[in-house]
């Protein structure tokens, strides 16, 4: 079965300290990998994608992400938190030749003054 | 330019009763999405509208639940009679289609969600 996996329920920094938000995934092919984030009562907001090329991508709000194609994992990177950063993360994929997406199930992220 | 809207936010019915969320995408998009989170779980697929047509509907749970989307333009999901198990966030995401100048992954674009609580 095709899966993603965020292996934290919760991720604590202080601010200024780089962040780490993991993400693995289970699913056949080169699927296209997504960061969304949700705010309090707000919906999804779109962070960054990986569709090919450098395994490096920069989205929004100095947020980064690296993708590894060995070990199946699209973590989600910013190298100095906002306590603003705080939100719920959701990775997702997108399998090829379908439109819908696969999510993990969330990781809190903490960031404190 | 106006994002995704979903009404109601919040809904609270009873056991056994219907209710019918409904979602606006953003203008133009062809491709609708419903997707439904239940108590802190992963955001789960329940249907994708290309127009007015069913691509894939393999994520929606039973036949208590039915999804239309007359005209091609907004969408509605009626949960008929609704369970305890139905609670959770209703989330509608609309995309354009992919085209030879739009590609097949362009992000989707999420509403607030509503809210269902079943009791």
């Known amino acids: 079965a095709q899966s993603v996996a965020q292996p934290e329920d919760q991720v604590n920094v202080a601010e200024g300290n780089p962040l780490t938000v993991k993400c693995t995934y289970s699913?056949?092919?080169?699927?296209?990998l997504f960061w969304y984030v949700q705010y309090p009562n707000r919906g999804l907001q779109f962070l960054l994608k990986?569709?090919?090329?450098?395994?490096l991508v920069k989205g929004s709000y100095g947020f980064e992400a690296e993708f590894n194609k060995s070990q199946t994992s699209f973590h989600l990177k910013k190298p100095s938190a906002l306590v603003s950063d705080s939100a719920l993360y959701f990775c997702a994929v997108r399998p090829v030749y379908t439109g819908k997406l696969i999510f993990g199930q969330g990781t809190t992220l903490q960031v404190k003054p | 330019e106006a994002g995704v809207t979903q009404f109601p936010s919040h809904s609270v019915i009873e056991k056994g009763q219907t209710v019918t969320l409904r979602c606006d995408p953003i203008?133009?998009?062809?491709?609708l999405y419903w997707y439904r989170r239940v108590m802190g779980k992963e955001i789960k697929f329940l249907l994708h509208f290309v127009k007015e047509s069913k691509q894939d509907e393999s994520g929606m749970p039973n036949n208590r639940f039915l999804a239309e989307r007359t005209g091609g333009t907004y969408s509605t999901l009626k949960v008929q009679p609704a369970e305890l198990e139905d609670s959770g966030v209703y989330f509608c995401?609309?995309?354009?289609?992919?085209?030879?100048?739009?590609?097949?992954?362009?992000?989707?674009?999420f509403g607030p969600g509503t809210r269902l609580t079943v009791l």
């Open positions: 990986y569709i090919t090329g450098d395994n």
């Open positions: 203008s133009g998009h062809d491709n």
């Open positions: 995401a609309s995309s354009p289609l992919a085209s030879g100048a739009r590609p097949r992954y362009n992000e989707q674009f």
């Open positions: 699913v056949s092919g080169n699927p296209y």
